[in-house]
Protein backbone atom coordinates (compact mmCIF):
# COMPACT_ATOMS: atom_id res chain seq x y z
CA UNK A 1 0.00 0.00 0.00
CA UNK A 2 1.52 3.96 -0.71
CA UNK A 3 2.22 6.43 1.41
CA UNK A 4 -0.98 8.76 2.25
CA UNK A 5 1.26 11.80 0.93
CA UNK A 6 2.90 9.78 -1.44
CA UNK A 7 3.05 12.80 -5.23
CA UNK A 8 1.68 11.13 -8.03
CA UNK A 9 4.00 10.86 -10.68
CA UNK A 10 2.26 11.46 -13.72
CA UNK A 11 4.07 11.30 -17.40
CA UNK A 12 1.22 10.54 -20.27
CA UNK A 13 -0.48 13.33 -21.55
CA UNK A 14 -4.12 12.56 -21.17
CA UNK A 15 -3.33 11.30 -17.39
CA UNK A 16 -1.92 15.07 -16.64
CA UNK A 17 -5.21 16.72 -18.34
CA UNK A 18 -7.24 14.67 -15.95
CA UNK A 19 -5.38 15.88 -12.85
CA UNK A 20 -5.13 19.36 -13.71
CA UNK A 21 -9.23 19.23 -14.25
CA UNK A 22 -9.12 17.27 -10.62
CA UNK A 23 -7.02 19.92 -9.27
CA UNK A 24 -9.36 22.72 -10.80
CA UNK A 25 -12.32 20.88 -9.64
CA UNK A 26 -11.39 20.21 -6.18
CA UNK A 27 -8.45 21.86 -5.39
CA UNK A 28 -6.29 18.87 -5.01
CA UNK A 29 -5.07 15.76 -6.40
CA UNK A 30 -6.48 13.03 -4.17
CA UNK A 31 -8.32 10.51 -6.15
CA UNK A 32 -11.10 9.71 -3.74
CA UNK A 33 -14.06 11.48 -5.12
CA UNK A 34 -13.23 10.49 -8.65
CA UNK A 35 -12.80 6.58 -7.90
CA UNK A 36 -15.68 6.72 -5.49
CA UNK A 37 -17.77 7.88 -8.06
CA UNK A 38 -16.09 6.03 -11.15
CA UNK A 39 -16.47 2.83 -9.36
CA UNK A 40 -13.22 2.20 -9.24
CA UNK A 41 -10.57 1.34 -6.05
CA UNK A 42 -8.50 4.47 -5.75
CA UNK A 43 -4.95 2.10 -6.21
CA UNK A 44 -5.93 0.89 -9.67
CA UNK A 45 -6.68 4.45 -10.56
CA UNK A 46 -3.55 6.00 -9.34
CA UNK A 47 -2.02 2.68 -11.57
CA UNK A 48 -3.15 4.21 -14.71
CA UNK A 49 -2.68 7.33 -13.92
CA UNK A 50 0.84 6.86 -13.35
CA UNK A 51 1.38 4.22 -16.03
CA UNK A 52 4.66 4.81 -18.46
CA UNK A 53 3.04 2.55 -21.25
CA UNK A 54 0.09 2.54 -23.73
CA UNK A 55 -2.22 2.64 -20.76
CA UNK A 56 -4.80 5.04 -22.15
CA UNK A 57 -3.90 3.54 -26.25
CA UNK A 58 -7.80 2.01 -26.32
CA UNK A 59 -9.32 5.81 -25.68
CA UNK A 60 -7.27 7.54 -28.23
CA UNK A 61 -7.96 4.70 -30.91
CA UNK A 62 -11.85 4.56 -30.21
CA UNK A 63 -11.52 9.19 -30.14
CA UNK A 64 -10.20 8.69 -33.52
CA UNK A 65 -12.00 6.01 -34.82
CA UNK A 66 -15.15 8.44 -34.17
CA UNK A 67 -13.44 11.29 -35.27
CA UNK A 68 -12.76 9.06 -38.67
CA UNK A 69 -16.44 8.17 -38.57
CA UNK A 70 -17.35 11.94 -38.19
CA UNK A 71 -19.43 10.25 -34.98
CA UNK A 72 -19.74 11.54 -31.52
CA UNK A 73 -17.30 9.71 -29.12
CA UNK A 74 -19.81 9.90 -26.48
CA UNK A 75 -21.99 7.72 -28.66
CA UNK A 76 -19.81 5.32 -29.92
CA UNK A 77 -18.84 4.50 -26.19
CA UNK A 78 -22.23 4.59 -24.77
CA UNK A 79 -24.85 4.74 -27.50
CA UNK A 80 -26.47 7.86 -25.58
CA UNK A 81 -25.17 11.30 -26.67
CA UNK A 82 -26.95 14.89 -27.18
CA UNK A 83 -24.62 15.79 -29.95
CA UNK A 84 -26.53 12.67 -31.48
CA UNK A 85 -29.80 14.87 -31.46
CA UNK A 86 -28.34 18.07 -32.35
CA UNK A 87 -26.94 16.41 -35.48
CA UNK A 88 -30.63 14.81 -36.23
CA UNK A 89 -31.66 18.80 -35.93
CA UNK A 90 -29.04 19.97 -38.58
CA UNK A 91 -30.31 16.78 -41.13
CA UNK A 92 -33.66 18.00 -40.64
CA UNK A 93 -32.37 21.46 -41.62
CA UNK A 94 -30.25 20.50 -44.09
CA UNK A 95 -32.54 18.55 -45.76
CA UNK A 96 -35.05 21.63 -45.56
CA UNK A 97 -32.52 23.78 -46.66
CA UNK A 98 -31.65 21.89 -50.12
CA UNK A 99 -35.20 20.94 -50.52
CA UNK A 100 -35.58 25.28 -50.60
CA UNK A 101 -32.78 25.28 -52.53
CA UNK A 102 -34.21 22.75 -55.67
CA UNK A 103 -37.59 24.56 -54.99
CA UNK A 104 -35.87 27.62 -56.11
CA UNK A 105 -33.81 26.83 -58.95
CA UNK A 106 -37.37 25.25 -60.36
CA UNK A 107 -39.02 28.28 -60.06
CA UNK A 108 -36.12 30.53 -61.32
CA UNK A 109 -36.45 27.98 -64.88
CA UNK A 110 -40.51 28.65 -64.39
CA UNK A 111 -40.02 32.47 -64.43
CA UNK A 112 -37.62 32.52 -67.31
CA UNK A 113 -40.05 30.40 -68.99
CA UNK A 114 -42.71 32.58 -68.49
CA UNK A 115 -40.62 35.84 -69.35
CA UNK A 116 -40.03 33.76 -72.85
CA UNK A 117 -44.07 33.13 -73.33
CA UNK A 118 -44.31 36.76 -72.22
CA UNK A 119 -41.93 38.06 -75.10
CA UNK A 120 -43.18 35.98 -77.87
CA UNK A 121 -46.49 37.13 -77.15
CA UNK A 122 -45.82 40.83 -77.16
CA UNK A 123 -44.19 40.06 -80.60
CA UNK A 124 -47.71 38.77 -81.71
CA UNK A 125 -49.65 41.50 -80.24
CA UNK A 126 -52.04 39.73 -79.46
Do not use: C
Not at 19 to 28: D, M, P, S, V
Not at 61 to 85: C, M, P, R, T
Amino acid sequence: MREKDKPLNIVNPISQRIIKELIKRNGNDSLFDISSHIMVHQGTLRRRLEARDKSWAVAEDLFNIAKYLNVDYEWLLSGKSKHIVANDENKKWMTRALDAEKRNQQLEKDIKNLKSALLSLKKLKI
